[in-house]
């Protein structure tokens, strides 16, 4: 630390390490890690929901959402090479701000992560009631209660195969990887000998609903929910070969084959849906229950691809188990780090023999099926689940810029390009996809917020290792939280489904002006929290309370270290 104008020497920074994970993950196995996720139930159902809801101008929002998710990404790259741990996301803005912050961060990561297997169980069935209709009611749009008993069979198969060493799990997850990308590059290449340039100004025009319609589809029709999942690799940081390297390859190289799959995807289904279906306007092909069961499976029986449509239905088993399998996966190593916070009970930290934290592992998918409970649909779920989502992602630009502040001397061996300036951008864009996710889905958020705090509150309670409540660290917390709320309040978007009970945006800010508003409000939260974030020697001190070597680690190389 300084003193007078004379900077004593600086000491060494030290790496967090989790005792007892085996890194056996390659840079393909950490790259389909991140790539099962991102290609899951979103590519199945996205396309459509952005088709109802933006017309073919839905092709605009996945292109601001890729762009919006690769400069997160980037975020997440230079992070997780930094601090190669297991539930990274979780863990970054600890680091950073302390444990009152990293509350909020973590609670947010382990919710997003908890809650997409669910999902992902949702979509199954619902392409499955093709088969037996008595799974899935297309009238109320839930699963039935035989689907619901089916969903948690398939959520506790996702919990046994968990349980696999982790250089098996990731053989399994790579060939239902390539099997993932496979199918919809396949359906992309058939359906563009469909392919009809008309319907791109068809039912109303390029753009019939608007550019608010646009913004609102990116969080709310599933576009940012199909690109959740990035990620992974940075989760299961603590489990693979050569992070420096390969931990940002993985992240990047997923990301951009995403991007690229459901852009092309977009494009091909509005030009290859029926013209007749859409005399009507767009937002009716809703109601075509042939596409709304299926949408891309019906769309290939529509067209007379019949073999195809045959395929897709069965990777809609494929793609949505692989997906929910992954984020059990996610679920039990940020559960794992939320442990070694001391946020959680340390019993969350045990692992088996297999190095597998098996205690978080079980409480996530307890936690999963809590969840099936009061959101039986796909639908239902996606907007929740992608406002977490996008709130974990907001702490890694703050982190990310904490740490270029304060530990400018620590080896970063993969830098985000233009880092002063998108860093800033990356928080402004994961606010906006909160705004534009709609007031029913922020003031949920808070809710979960209040109960989080209350829960980990309570375990810190009872730990008498917990870490100290940076409070100044934290203080542009309520600002913030409260700040979005106020402003979805005040804003445009109700969120989707439609706001049928308070409290329903006012709209006194006007459109276009609204996002000036979150982008003015973001870069005083974000320059904020890098004034007040925890000292050099703060940081220091919190990343080496998770150094502690145990004497397997000179047993076994293979174990993390």
């Not at 990731?170 to 496979?182: D, F, I, P």
Request: hydrophobic fraction near 55%.
């Amino acid at each position: 630390m300084s003193s007078g104008t004379v900077e004593a020497p600086r000491s060494p920074i030290a790496r967090p390490a989790d005792v007892g994970m085996r890194r056996e993950m390659g840079l393909i196995g950490a790259t389909w890690a991140s790539e099962t996720s991102i290609i899951g139930s979103g590519w199945l159902f996205g396309a459509f929901y952005a088709s109802v809801a933006a017309g073919p101008a839905a092709l605009i929002g996945w292109l601001i959402g890729g762009a919006a998710i690769i400069i997160l990404a980037l975020c997440h790259a230079e992070l997780g090479a930094m601090f190669p741990v297991s539930g990274g996301t979780a863990r970054f803005p600890h680091f950073a701000f302390g444990s009152v912050a990293g509350t909020a961060f973590g609670f947010f990561s382990w919710l997003q992560a908890v809650t997409v297997a669910p999902v992902e169980c949702f979509a199954v069935f619902e392409y499955a009631s093709y088969y037996d209709h008595g799974l899935y009611n297309p009238k109320t749009h839930v699963v039935t209660g035989a689907g619901f008993a089916l969903t948690v069979l398939l959520m506790a198969i996702f919990t046994a195969v968990n349980f696999l060493a982790m250089r098996i799990y990731t053989y399994v997850n790579a060939t239902l990887t390539w099997w993932k990308v496979a199918i919809p590059v396949v359906a992309i290449i058939a359906l563009l000998f469909k392919f009809h340039g008309s319907n791109f100004s068809a039912g109303g025009g390029f753009m019939p609903y608007g550019i608010k319609a646009v913004f609102s589809a990116i969080p709310s029709a599933g576009i940012v929910f199909a690109y959740l999942g990035f990620e992974q690799a940075d989760q299961l940081a603590a489990e693979v070969k050569n992070p420096q390297k390969n931990l940002p390859r993985a992240i990047i190289l997923s990301i951009m084959i995403g991007t690229l799959i459901y852009v092309m995807l977009q494009v091909v289904f509005t030009a290859a849906v029926p013209h007749a279906d859409l005399a009507h306007g767009w937002a009716k092909i809703a109601t075509n229950t042939v596409l709304a069961g299926g949408p891309f499976a019906g769309l290939a029986g529509l067209v007379g691809f019949s073999a195809l449509a045959v395929i897709l239905r069965v990777d809609a088993f494929i793609s949505p188990s692989g997906t929910g399998l992954m984020y059990l996966t996610s679920t039990s190593r940020v559960g794992y780090g939320l442990g070694r916070n001391h946020y959680y009970p340390q019993v969350f930290t045990r692992l088996d023999k297999r190095g597998i934290p098996w205690v978080s592992l079980l409480v996530g998918f307890v936690f999963g099926l809590i969840f099936l409970l009061p959101f039986p649909s796909w639908h239902s779920l996606v907007g929740l689940v992608t406002g977490a989502s996008v709130l974990m992602y907001a702490g890694a630009p703050l982190s990310m810029g904490a740490f270029r502040s304060r530990l400018p001397d620590i080896h970063r061996p993969y830098r985000m390009p233009g880092a002063v300036v998108l860093g800033p951008v990356a928080f402004i864009v994961a606010n906006m996809l909160i705004y534009w996710s709609g007031l029913q889905n922020v003031w949920k958020l808070g809710i979960a917020i209040v109960i989080g705090y209350a829960l980990i509150a309570l375990f810190m309670y009872f730990d008498k290792e917990r870490p100290p409540m940076e409070w100044r660290s934290a203080s542009w917390i309520p600002a913030y939280l409260l700040g979005m709320g106020l402003i979805s309040w005040q804003g445009q978007f109700a969120g989707t489904p439609p706001a049928v009970l308070p409290p329903v945006p006012t709209g006194n800010i006007p459109f276009w002006w609204d996002m000036l508003v979150v982008a003015a409000f973001s870069l005083i939260i974000y320059y904020w929290a890098q004034a007040v974030a925890a000292p050099r020697g703060e940081m220091q001190r919190l990343i080496e309370l998770q150094t502690a070597r145990q004497p397997e680690l000179d047993a076994d190389p293979n174990l993390t270290v």
